[in-house]
């Protein structure tokens, strides 16, 4: 066994390493193969190269598409929206988002037609040379705005989602206030920049009912493309056939999109009767995919002398974009979450997501939460400086701890303390310390401010409500004649090390070594479904089904019911295939709730989440008067996840979201016109390099979960959600400068300092 050695006074002692990352040496290698990498052979032999013709405007009747002088355009293969098969509808939550725009355009860059050529650099001066004539109409570009009677494109008032929850009675909690603190809190939209842009490939194999159209490409649900691909193909499930491709990265990026660039692929695929592949270059994939939504939250809040709690009013306004997407769903994690990990007997929280005429806005790490919680932390600071008392103080006597409720009435339980896990962030991170040694520096320092700040945050584990029930997702496990036994599940490996856990999860439930596990390729005519790669459910959800569809396995392979593992079972699995030459054997698990979890869908009220990680962190900080520039010196995050199955993963996952949130909170803002994205490049949108990361101490926290798989709970989103908010808090200990909306670049800092 591989190990370090521990030295104290009185022994030497062997501590295992973690199980090393299986997909590791490929990628720092160079080695694996993106879609852009693989050679035109094979399936892809006589690969024609896509790409799309895209609105120049935000809004507006299409009166014509001129295809440029100067090509032969009988060597190009064109698809406009006649060319759909069935329903010119991207299948998701509602249908409301073409697959090609239909005559009318709601946002710049929106999809209009689709062009193949087998020579790449001519399609790129043909499709540059395609004209699109729109006749404009009255945008809706600014969602703070109630819209003209001209600019209405959905209902009476352009409203995609409204949603509410309510607690007790606010009014009279606000009668009988000490103080009503409130404000008025804003974030700006967020790119995904995953290293991998989007790409799709396509082609037709036969297939016994008829041909089939497979797309591989780099996505999060294989399943929510073959959902899409049906609808507007139609075609039933054995003539589409869904297979990821090596992905590298998604961030909530890639669960919806890949759904429109897969079908764009299959329809130039099945015109051309050749592979297609198209592949977007970053300037385009930045312009016209999916974003963040930007916020505004607003609260209103009751609070005794101490600073308790005693009513908080919360209404949340979410830029939904120009189709509905996944705004709905992201709004009910939002609302969920606006109240914070905090305890109050009167909650009023009002939600709703509006139509504007901009790229549709979707899923983004955090699905929600992050804005939402952004305006709770800042607003818990700002209540503290209100009554004169420490942001630390406030905090302690309002978290929640078990027996108490959350704004939809859930009991908390499951044994974390809240407040060791925020004293624990204050002894690691050294805040009295550097708290103090900031206020002593500010003092000699006549251009540079120093601070400290901190967020408590949480975040619910798995779908929201009833959605896991609603899934219901299925894994199964193989036993292959050699006695190994392979993961079957539509979970896919993004970067975030889903093959790994899911082999050390199906080794450890098995007792067998991880080299005796594979885990299959999603591939919808191989795996069920088990659901997305989304809302931090993969080793949680997926892996407790893993776990169980072992049980299963080992179950019908064990004597008077007493279940194999080990030796035993891959005997057992051998001898099976010894008996049944060229059968399969299969264990498997269907997704069931735990016990005492019930949600009201309709009034939102009960267990929103089977369980909730939690969090702490403190962000120190220095502020030059001079530019305004922000630089974060030290971070620290404490993560209650559970069990933490792979610690150099899970931590790496912790530090990857601070930075992405280091970058939401201060340099990556957007520069709109006119509706379109100006600053679509890596040049002029500014993420955080080497240079921008602090140290980033990471300590977990473990508390296993029962219902998780391997005891975990899921790390992927809740190191998003606190570090803005700290940072912001840091800035106004430092400053004094009550900044209240993100990113918070110097343009904007500098008038409020």
């Known amino acids: 066994m591989m190990g370090v050695l521990v030295r104290n006074c009185f022994s030497i002692r062997i501590k295992p390493l973690p199980m090393q990352r299986l997909e590791g040496l490929s990628k720092l290698s160079g080695a694996e193969r993106y879609l852009d990498d693989e050679p035109l052979e094979g399936s892809l032999k006589g690969c024609l190269w896509g790409m799309t013709v895209r609105s120049p405007i935000s809004r507006g009747t299409i009166k014509r598409i001129v295809y440029g002088a100067g090509f032969d355009w009988s060597t190009f293969v064109v698809v406009e929206p006649g060319d759909i098969p069935g329903p010119n509808e991207t299948y998701l939550i509602e249908n409301d988002q073409p697959v090609l725009a239909p005559g009318y355009v709601r946002h710049m860059h929106e999809a209009v037609a689709l062009v193949a050529h087998e020579d790449r650099n001519l399609l790129r001066r043909a499709v540059a040379s395609v004209r699109v004539e729109v006749e404009a109409e009255p945008p809706v570009l600014d969602f703070r705005v109630a819209p003209h009677a001209d600019q209405i494109q959905r209902g009476s008032d352009n409203l995609i989602k409204k949603l509410r929850i309510k607690k007790g009675d606010i009014h009279a909690a606000f009668a009988n206030a000490f103080k009503i603190v409130e404000g008025e809190y804003e974030t700006g939209a967020q790119e995904h920049v995953y290293i991998e842009n989007n790409a799709m490939s396509a082609w037709i194999e036969n297939g016994a009912n008829g041909d089939v159209v497979v797309v591989r490409g780099s996505m999060q649900c294989p399943y929510y493309v073959l959902n899409a691909l049906k609808h507007a193909l139609k075609r039933d499930e054995t003539r589409v056939r869904v297979i990821q491709a090596p992905t590298g990265?998604?961030?909530?990026?890639?669960?919806?999109?890949?759904?429109?660039?897969?079908?764009?692929?299959?329809?130039?695929?099945?015109?051309?009767?050749?592979?297609?592949?198209?592949?977007?270059?970053?300037?385009?994939?930045?312009?016209?995919?999916?974003?963040?939504?930007p916020s505004l939250v607003r609260h209103k809040t009751a609070v005794d002398k101490n600073g308790k709690l005693l009513a908080q009013q919360i209404e949340v306004i979410l830029d939904g974009g120009a189709y509905v997407t996944l705004s709905p769903v992201v709004l009910s994690r939002g609302i969920i979450h606006a109240a914070g990990p905090y305890t109050c007997e009167n909650v009023l929280i009002e939600g709703k997501a509006v139509l504007t005429n901009s790229v549709p806005y979707g899923a983004f790490?955090?699905?929600?939460?992050?804005?939402?919680?952004?305006?709770?932390?800042?607003?818990?600071?700002?209540?503290?400086?209100?009554?004169?008392?420490?942001?630390?103080?406030?905090?302690?006597?309002?978290?929640?701890?078990?027996?108490?409720?959350?704004?939809?009435?859930?009991?908390?339980?499951?044994?974390?303390?809240?407040?060791?896990?925020?004293?624990?962030?204050?002894?690691?991170?050294?805040?009295?310390?550097?708290?103090?040694?900031?206020?002593?520096?500010?003092?000699?320092?006549?251009?540079?401010?120093?601070?400290?700040?901190?967020?408590?945050?949480?975040?619910?584990?798995?779908?929201?409500?009833n959605g896991e029930v609603y899934l219901n997702s299925k894994v199964d496990v193989g036993a292959n004649?050699?006695?190994?036994?392979?993961?079957?599940?539509?979970?896919?490996?993004?970067?975030?090390?889903?093959?790994?856990?899911?082999?050390?999860?199906?080794?450890?439930?098995?007792?067998?070594?991880?080299?005796?596990?594979?885990?299959?390729?999603?591939?919808?005519?191989?795996?069920?479904?088990?659901?997305?790669?989304?809302?931090?459910?993969?080793?949680?959800?997926?892996?407790?089904?893993?776990?169980?569809?072992?049980?299963?396995?080992?179950?019908?392979?064990?004597?008077?019911?007493?279940?194999?593992?080990?030796?035993?079972?891959?005997?057992?699995?051998?001898?099976?295939?010894?008996?049944?030459?060229?059968?399969?054997?299969?264990?498997?698990?269907?997704?069931?709730?735990?016990?005492?979890?019930?949600?009201?869908?309709?009034?939102?009220?009960?267990?929103?989440?089977?369980?909730?990680?939690?969090?702490?962190?403190?962000?120190?900080?220095?502020?030059?008067?001079?530019?305004?520039?922000?630089?974060?010196?030290?971070?620290?995050?404490?993560?209650?996840?559970?069990?933490?199955?792979?610690?150099?993963?899970?931590?790496?996952?912790?530090?990857?979201?601070?930075?992405?949130?280091?970058?939401?909170?201060?340099?990556?803002?957007?520069?709109?016109?006119?509706?379109?994205?100006?600053?679509?490049?890596?040049?002029?949108?500014?993420?955080p390099t080497s240079d921008d990361v602090p140290p980033i101490r990471v300590v977990f926290h473990e508390n296993p979960y029962p219902f998780g798989g391997g005891g975990a709970k899921g790390v992927g989103e809740l190191p998003m959600d606190g570090p803005a908010p700290a940072i912001l808090n840091a800035v106004a200990h430092a400053t004094g400068a009550d900044a209240r909306a993100i990113p918070l670049t110097p343009e904007h800092l500098l008038p409020l300092l």
């Open 365 to 465: 790490r955090g699905f929600g939460a992050p804005q939402t919680i952004f305006a709770c932390e800042r607003h818990m600071d700002r209540i503290a400086h209100a009554l004169g008392l420490d942001p630390i103080e406030v905090r302690r006597i309002n978290l929640l701890k078990d027996g108490q409720t959350t704004s939809t009435q859930q009991t908390i339980s499951g044994g974390t303390d809240r407040h060791a896990l925020l004293n624990e962030t204050l002894r690691v991170s050294e805040y009295d310390k550097h708290k103090h040694e900031s206020e002593a520096f500010n003092k000699t320092h006549p251009y540079l401010r120093r601070g400290i700040g901190i967020a408590t945050v949480l975040h619910g584990a798995g779908f929201t409500g």
């Open 481 to 687: 004649p050699d006695g190994k036994i392979e993961v079957l599940a539509a979970s896919t490996e993004m970067g975030q090390g889903t093959n790994t856990v899911f082999t050390k999860i199906a080794a450890d439930a098995a007792g067998y070594d991880t080299a005796d596990v594979l885990v299959c390729v999603p591939d919808t005519f191989r795996v069920p479904n088990s659901g997305p790669t989304v809302a931090s459910r993969t080793v949680m959800v997926v892996g407790k089904l893993v776990e169980r569809a072992i049980d299963d396995l080992a179950v019908q392979l064990g004597q008077n019911g007493k279940p194999l593992r080990g030796p035993s079972l891959k005997k057992a699995i051998t001898a099976w295939h010894a008996k049944n030459p060229g059968k399969e054997l299969k264990g498997r698990a269907t997704y069931t709730p735990p016990p005492n979890v019930k949600f009201d869908d309709k009034h939102y009220v009960g267990d929103a989440y089977a369980t909730f990680a939690w969090g702490a962190c403190v962000a120190h900080v220095e502020v030059d008067l001079r530019t305004a520039a922000v630089r974060v010196l030290d971070f620290t995050a404490m993560q209650d996840i559970g069990k933490v199955i792979n610690p150099v993963l899970a931590k790496g996952q912790v530090q990857g979201g601070v930075v992405q949130a280091i970058g939401w909170a201060l340099t990556e803002e957007f520069k709109f016109k006119d509706g379109g994205m100006l600053n679509n490049t890596l040049t002029n949108y500014i993420i």
């Open 249 to 293: 990265g998604g961030f909530g990026g890639k669960e919806d999109y890949p759904s429109t660039i897969a079908l764009h692929a299959a329809l130039l695929a099945m015109k051309a009767r050749r592979p297609v592949k198209i592949i977007y270059d970053r300037s385009e994939d930045m312009a016209a995919t999916t974003k963040r939504h």
